[in-house]
């Protein structure tokens, strides 16, 4: 048989590019760009904060897909 979970699996996360480093590409070869939405990894990235506001830099190998 096939188990189902009772939860939708929530290991990834959604974002808005606000700044992109050179050559920022994914594996798949999908180009990102500001404002790009990506999903990435729960674990990805680090964490920071800038003139009070919250930021994840993450590596472009983290990202597991771009919506738009």
Do not use: M, N
């Not at 594996?27 to 930021?55: H, N, Q, R």
Request: charged share 30%; net charge negative.
């Amino acid at each position: 048989g096939i188990a189902l979970p009772q939860e939708p699996d929530l290991s990834y996360h959604e974002a808005v590019v606000c700044v992109v480093g050179e050559k920022a590409k994914t594996e798949l070869g999908g180009e990102i760009v500001k404002d790009s939405i990506i999903i990435f990894s729960k674990y990805a990235g680090t964490d920071i904060k800038w003139d009070g506001e919250d930021y994840l830099i993450i590596h472009a190998d983290d990202i597991i897909g771009k919506i738009r």
